[in-house]
């Protein structure tokens, strides 16, 4: 092989690495995540939600951090203050509605809301999912049901 040949093969074998293993990064900080508390259960029984911490084998730095808003570019080498990221279940049925990105939930986070003239279930300024037609806000004794 040619010098130039090796490089190029080089080249393209480490980008091959480098991108498999980004790849298979975003499947496990996710799918080896911890729960960081107990699962919260909306006050009518519809929805729960699930806390967890990323599986990172990186220290926080070298993660992107997102904005909830999604109106800015996602920060490069931040410093994190607690990531972690949601999941939305219907509660009735086990089934996954929705999963969050990860954010830092000491700056995004904050308390529950089930969508009470919004439609979407939040905590603080992140989007967790979309409201259930037949659990509209969540609240006891006001949740509409399918005709």
């Known amino acids: ?5 090796r490089r190029i093969a080089f080249f393209v074998t ?3 690495i480098a991108g498999g293993l980004w790849a298979a990064s975003q499947w496990w900080e996710k799918g080896f995540a ?10 009518n029984g519809c929805y729960r939600v699930e806390s967890f911490k990323p599986f990172w084998v990186l220290p926080n730095t070298f993660h992107r951090r997102s904005d909830p808003n ?3 570019s996602p920060e490069w080498f931040p410093w994190w203050g607690y990531p972690g990221f949601y999941r939305l279940f219907d509660h009735r049925k ?4 929705s999963e969050t990105k990860i954010y830092d939930l000491e700056s995004a986070g904050g308390r529950l809301s089930w969508g009470e003239g919004s ?8 989007d967790i999912g979309p409201n259930l037609p037949d659990c509209i806000g969540d609240v006891p004794g006001k949740t509409r049901r399918k005709q």
């Open 119 to 126: 439609g979407h279930v939040m905590a603080g300024l992140i």
């Open 94 to 97: 086990d089934e996954l509605i």
């Open 34 to 43: 911890t729960r960081l508390i107990a699962p919260i259960v909306s006050p």
């Open 14 to 16: 480490y980008v091959t």
């Open 70 to 72: 999604e109106d800015q």
């Open 1 to 5: 092989m040619k010098p130039a040949s």
